[in-house]
């Protein structure tokens, strides 16, 4: 009982250290752009200029320095340190500070009402859903995760009225790697379209004002992929032994596994369903 109260102790204090980790990461980054309408265009710091689109810059990167302009529209950018959006208008002209969008020319307007990108974890950006008065749509996996199948299955939550099409889109750095239309809750990635040792972002997007939603994923080295598969099959050998079942959670979570901790969380609290340390282990890695 000691080994396993001592296990049980560790894994909650790792979790909550884990759940802040992710504000150092985003320093460089003021956010990402939650919405494009009309015309706007990005000037990067290093003088790159790019024409927005909404089909094709929704959840691009704005770093310090930045300049996003708007002749007719709105360009939102929501903050990763702030926690808040920020709104560029009609002949205007926003400059990306630490957290935030200053005017340089026209009005930017903070916004209420978006939930920001979160910060599980290093490098990630959590899940996000850009928020209507009624939402209706929600990623559901891999949001904030390393995953280790590189022809991942990507699930939501549609409850968006009229027509059940939406699309799909996964994204590495500026460019769209692959895009579909489906009428379901989820789609299968295709084989060969993700590559071991990157990151992305996905979106999913029902075509309906505000009701964007998606996350971010990750694939580790081919070998670092073979060894965690191996370790957690170590683990789960020993599955009767409770230490081994939390020792195995704590790895998982450790290295960003967070969508296979979740499951293995969820056997745990139907094994336990009244213990509130895992609840809340639970809500430390959402």
């Not at 360009?75 to 002209?93: C, P, T, Y």
């Not at 409770?242 to 290295?255: E, G, T, Y």
Request: glycine share 10%; hydrophobic share 40%; net charge positive.
């Amino acid at each position: 009982m000691k080994t396993v109260s001592t296990v049980l102790l560790f894994i909650l204090c790792a979790a909550a250290v884990f759940a802040g980790a992710g504000e150092v990461s985003a320093a460089a980054r003021t956010g990402y752009i939650f919405d494009i309408k009309g015309t706007a265009e990005l000037r990067s710091a290093e003088g790159k200029t790019i024409a927005l689109k909404r089909s094709e810059h929704i959840l691009y990167a704005v770093r310090e320095g930045d300049r996003i302009s708007v002749q007719k529209g709105r360009v939102v950018v929501a903050s990763l340190k702030e926690g808040k959006g920020f709104e560029i208008g009609d002949n205007s002209e926003g400059l990306a500070k630490p957290g935030r969008i200053v005017a340089v020319r026209g009005k930017v307007s903070e916004l209420t009402g978006l939930h920001t990108p979160g910060s599980a974890t290093p490098g990630s950006m959590g899940g996000f859903v850009v928020r209507g008065v009624r939402p209706c749509i929600r990623a559901i996996s891999p949001v904030s995760t390393t995953i280790l199948d590189p022809a991942p299955i990507l699930s939501w939550e549609n409850r968006c009225p009229g027509d059940r099409k939406v699309t799909v889109k996964i994204i590495s750095g500026d460019t769209v790697v692959y895009s579909a239309e489906s009428e379901g809750s989820s789609l299968k990635v295709p084989d060969k379209v993700l590559a071991f040792g990157n990151e992305y972002r996905w979106i999913v997007d029902s075509g309906k004002v505000n009701n964007v939603s998606g996350g971010v994923f990750s694939l580790p080295s081919e070998a670092e992929a073979q060894e965690f598969s191996r370790k957690i099959a170590a683990f789960r050998e020993r599955k009767e032994d409770l230490s081994f079942r939390l020792s195995c959670v704590f790895f998982l979570v450790d290295n960003n596994l967070n969508d296979m901790a979740r499951a293995e969380i969820k056997t745990l609290k139907a094994d336990f369903p009244d213990n509130e340390n895992l609840r809340k282990m639970e809500e430390g890695i959402r």
